[in-house]
């Protein structure tokens, strides 16, 4: 059998003021929650996505761990880190972002004192422009 | 399991002037580490210490358990804040010489990294601008294998680019040997991610040691709790 080679993230930007590991697990979890990384799909070595993403391997392998706890990620030795080949666990984190999305939606429209309806609506209204329309018009 | 390096109370002076003051840390083999600190704050001797260079007055040090002294210096690459490197050489025969001085040299590592920070082999090191000179030191540095490696102010006088390519390839060269890397610097910038842990290094005291991940959880940037540190 021979393998394809891994695929390449693109060249994220990473928060220096917020965990990295956790910055990149949660990218490669949105990758596959779009379907984007297909199952099977090898990722790069450890050293090689370090090394690309100027992170230590520590972080790298932290991130790989956090997945496959979730189960959307496998390691086989001697072979690498692969997308899981069950599917279902990809359109679960979809679901769980999406639900998590949702969630945040509500409570912004619930610090409003909205309805969801309401926010989606005003928000789709002022796209674009908005900010003149609620500055009160400003200069 | 012996730590990669210990120091426990570790005191140096240096003409009657003291420079390091009761330093006391551990770091586990594996381990990324940045030790922070302004220009003279003591990280320098620390390191000539840690190599076996300098003795401390009072204190303790351990390198893979064992007292530093020429015997360690297998396990410990060094990288000088100011490199000797013979001025009378071309970095090509620079490179020949320190493939016989080191008897864990690899070859490969050495052709790769030549490449990859594009040395100018024919040229003489004489003749080499600071960021040239910082390239060919930290090539002798990692083509070796020693599981310890000591970086001292390795981006000072570096552009962006070479900054960047000299960060992926410490990670690289560092990571699959699953090396222990030390590197000092005063400068953050665009660094603070290589660091699995940082030690804040002031007057000659350790003013803190922290994950690097704790800081970030708390929403700080290392470079936003360098100057934390040492505002005053």
Known sequence: ?139 | MFAAVECDDVCMTAGGRPILRGVTFRVEKGEMVGVLGPNGAGKTTLFRAIAGIGLPDRGRIRVFGESPSWRTLVHTALMPERGHLPKWLTAADWLTHARRLYPDWDERAEKRLADEFEIRLDGWISKLSRGEAVRLALVTCLARRAPLVLLDEPFTGIDLVSREAIASAIVRECSGAGRTVLVATHDVREFESLFDRVLFIGQGRLVADESADSIRARGQSVAARYREVFAK
């Open chain 1, 1 to 139: 059998m021979t393998l394809d080679p891994p695929w390449q993230p693109p060249p994220w930007e990473l928060d220096p003021s917020q965990p990295l590991y956790a910055q990149i697990a949660h990218r490669i979890r949105v990758e596959i929650a779009a379907l984007r990384l297909g199952r099977g799909t090898r990722l790069p070595s450890v050293r090689d996505l370090a090394a690309r993403l100027r992170v230590t391997p520590n972080t790298v392998m932290r991130a790989y761990a956090e997945l496959e706890q979730d189960g959307l990620l496998e390691t086989f030795r001697g072979q690498g880190t692969f997308v899981a080949r069950d599917e279902r666990l990809a359109h679960r984190a979809r679901k769980r972002i999406a639900t998590q999305a949702l969630e945040h939606v509500r409570r912004v429209a619930a610090d409003l004192g909205m309805e969801l309806e309401e926010l989606l609506r005003l928000g789709a209204d002022s796209e674009g422009g908005a900010e003149e329309d609620v500055c009160g018009g400003g200069m």
